[in-house]
Protein backbone atom coordinates (compact mmCIF):
# COMPACT_ATOMS: atom_id res chain seq x y z
CA UNK A 1 0.00 0.00 0.00
CA UNK A 2 1.14 4.17 -0.33
CA UNK A 3 0.02 6.77 0.82
CA UNK A 4 0.98 10.18 -0.02
CA UNK A 5 3.09 12.96 2.12
CA UNK A 6 4.82 16.58 2.13
CA UNK A 7 7.84 16.42 4.53
CA UNK A 8 8.59 20.20 5.87
CA UNK A 9 12.39 20.09 7.48
CA UNK A 10 14.38 22.13 9.36
CA UNK A 11 17.79 21.02 10.46
CA UNK A 12 19.18 24.20 11.23
CA UNK A 13 22.58 25.38 10.03
CA UNK A 14 25.00 22.05 10.98
CA UNK A 15 22.11 19.96 10.20
CA UNK A 16 23.19 16.63 8.20
CA UNK A 17 21.41 17.28 5.16
CA UNK A 18 23.17 14.61 3.40
CA UNK A 19 21.19 11.70 5.25
CA UNK A 20 18.15 13.13 4.50
CA UNK A 21 18.39 14.37 1.17
CA UNK A 22 19.56 10.62 0.50
CA UNK A 23 16.52 9.52 2.05
CA UNK A 24 14.07 11.88 0.14
CA UNK A 25 15.95 10.76 -3.51
CA UNK A 26 15.79 6.60 -1.97
CA UNK A 27 11.80 7.68 -2.12
CA UNK A 28 11.64 9.50 -5.03
CA UNK A 29 10.36 12.57 -3.47
CA UNK A 30 10.17 15.79 -5.45
CA UNK A 31 10.40 19.08 -4.37
CA UNK A 32 7.62 21.92 -3.22
CA UNK A 33 9.46 25.09 -2.37
CA UNK A 34 12.27 25.66 0.04
CA UNK A 35 12.61 22.37 2.70
CA UNK A 36 9.53 20.99 1.36
CA UNK A 37 9.38 18.01 -0.55
CA UNK A 38 6.56 15.38 -1.71
CA UNK A 39 6.80 11.39 -1.59
CA UNK A 40 4.63 8.58 -1.70
CA UNK A 41 5.82 6.16 1.02
CA UNK A 42 4.77 2.21 0.75
CA UNK A 43 3.69 0.43 4.03
CA UNK A 44 2.44 -3.32 4.82
CA UNK A 45 -1.55 -3.64 5.26
CA UNK A 46 -2.45 -3.43 8.86
CA UNK A 47 0.51 -1.01 9.62
CA UNK A 48 0.15 2.75 10.83
CA UNK A 49 1.67 4.26 7.95
CA UNK A 50 2.63 7.65 10.09
CA UNK A 51 4.13 5.13 12.50
CA UNK A 52 6.33 3.54 9.95
CA UNK A 53 7.50 6.46 8.30
CA UNK A 54 8.41 8.38 11.39
CA UNK A 55 10.25 5.38 12.65
CA UNK A 56 11.99 4.74 8.86
CA UNK A 57 13.11 8.68 8.97
CA UNK A 58 13.91 8.83 12.42
CA UNK A 59 16.23 5.64 12.09
CA UNK A 60 18.11 6.87 8.97
CA UNK A 61 18.60 10.83 10.28
CA UNK A 62 21.13 12.01 13.19
CA UNK A 63 18.22 14.89 14.39
CA UNK A 64 19.47 17.31 17.10
CA UNK A 65 17.44 19.41 18.94
CA UNK A 66 16.12 21.95 17.39
CA UNK A 67 15.36 20.22 14.21
CA UNK A 68 11.98 19.75 12.75
CA UNK A 69 10.32 17.16 10.62
CA UNK A 70 6.54 17.90 9.73
CA UNK A 71 4.46 15.70 7.92
CA UNK A 72 0.91 16.36 5.81
CA UNK A 73 -1.16 13.80 4.44
CA UNK A 74 -4.84 13.12 3.97
CA UNK A 75 -6.58 11.38 6.61
CA UNK A 76 -8.55 8.38 4.95
CA UNK A 77 -11.02 8.36 7.17
CA UNK A 78 -12.52 12.09 6.99
CA UNK A 79 -10.68 13.02 3.97
CA UNK A 80 -9.49 16.15 5.68
CA UNK A 81 -5.66 16.82 5.07
CA UNK A 82 -3.71 17.13 8.39
CA UNK A 83 -0.34 17.56 10.14
CA UNK A 84 1.94 16.23 12.47
CA UNK A 85 5.76 16.95 13.90
CA UNK A 86 7.59 13.53 14.31
CA UNK A 87 10.51 15.45 15.13
CA UNK A 88 10.98 18.82 16.82
CA UNK A 89 7.77 21.47 17.78
CA UNK A 90 6.09 24.66 17.00
CA UNK A 91 7.90 27.72 17.44
CA UNK A 92 6.61 31.44 17.66
CA UNK A 93 5.38 32.53 14.09
CA UNK A 94 7.98 34.83 12.60
CA UNK A 95 5.36 37.18 10.99
CA UNK A 96 3.80 37.18 14.83
CA UNK A 97 2.74 41.14 15.36
CA UNK A 98 2.80 42.28 11.56
CA UNK A 99 -1.01 41.36 10.86
CA UNK A 100 -3.63 44.14 11.53
CA UNK A 101 -5.33 42.34 14.24
CA UNK A 102 -4.86 43.48 17.77
CA UNK A 103 -5.39 41.29 20.86
CA UNK A 104 -5.89 42.23 24.33
CA UNK A 105 -4.03 40.27 26.58
CA UNK A 106 -5.06 40.50 30.39
CA UNK A 107 -3.11 39.46 33.40
CA UNK A 108 -4.82 37.58 36.67
Known sequence: ME????LS??????????KLYGWLDDHKAKPCGDSV???????N????PD??????????LDLKAG???YI???????G??????IYGKRNAAPWEGYGSHTEEEVDQ
Not at 45 to 48: A, H, L, P, R, V
Not at 51 to 60: H, N, R, S, Y
Open 3 to 6: KTYW
Open 37 to 43: AYFQYSY
Open 72 to 78: IRKNDDT
Open 9 to 18: YDLGIGGNYE
Open 67 to 69: NKL
Open 45 to 48: QGEN
Open 80 to 85: KIMGTF
Open 51 to 60: EVLKKDLLGA
